[in-house]
């Protein structure tokens, strides 16, 4: 049974990447979307904008853009099957400014074959940056597609790797 959409709120965050698209239910943060990028997503008409709802989230991801969180702690309700679910929670466990191959997230999860089904569940993935669906690359070392665009993909990697080697955009 899916929540009623009277209970869902969204509201908007300017960050160095775009506009995104916060959407919330009374469980937590369900998703994250960008302005650009192959998964762009607008306000369900249904949806009430309620910032206050999002305040939660809004603050955690303003610290991250600001190179002064690197974990979050959000109430969190994606909507998926468990099979996505799995590989969703195994991204929250990416370290930050780190990356993996899809084969060593498959293997995380216990389904080292499930290769390209990781790779598809990580495009679905409904809380991009919240669970770093960016930290995902090929097995060579190549940044692959990315919801919000591999320039975004590049951009938070970058960023990620400055903080965690404290020069964030060159101020150390």
């Not at 709120?9 to 990028?37: H, N």
């Not at 466990?93 to 216990?110: C, D, F, H, M, V």
């Not at 569940?121 to 919240?130: D, E, H, T, Y």
């Amino acid at each position: 049974m899916s929540p009623s959409n009277d209970f869902i709120w969204y509201d908007s965050l300017p960050t160095p990447i775009g506009k995104l698209l916060l959407v919330a239910d009374a469980k937590g943060l369900r998703e994250v979307w960008f302005e650009i990028g192959k998964h762009r997503k607008e306000p369900d008409p249904a949806w009430k904008h309620e910032p206050a709802k999002l305040a939660f989230a809004r603050k955690q991801l303003e610290e991250y853009f600001a190179g002064t969180r690197t974990n979050f702690d959000l109430p969190l309700h994606p909507i998926g099957t468990g099979f996505q679910l799995a590989v969703w929670w195994a991204l929250a466990k990416i370290p930050y400014g780190t990356t993996l191959s899809y084969g060593e997230l498959a293997q995380r999860i216990g389904q080292p074959q499930a290769v390209r089904a990781v790779g598809a569940a990580n495009g679905r993935n409904p809380l991009p940056i919240v669970l770093p669906c960016h930290r995902v690359i090929g097995a060579n070392g190549s940044l692959t597609g990315f919801g919000g665009g591999l320039p975004t993909k590049r951009f938070l990697l970058a960023m990620e790797d400055q903080v965690a080697h404290g020069d964030l955009f060159g101020v150390a």
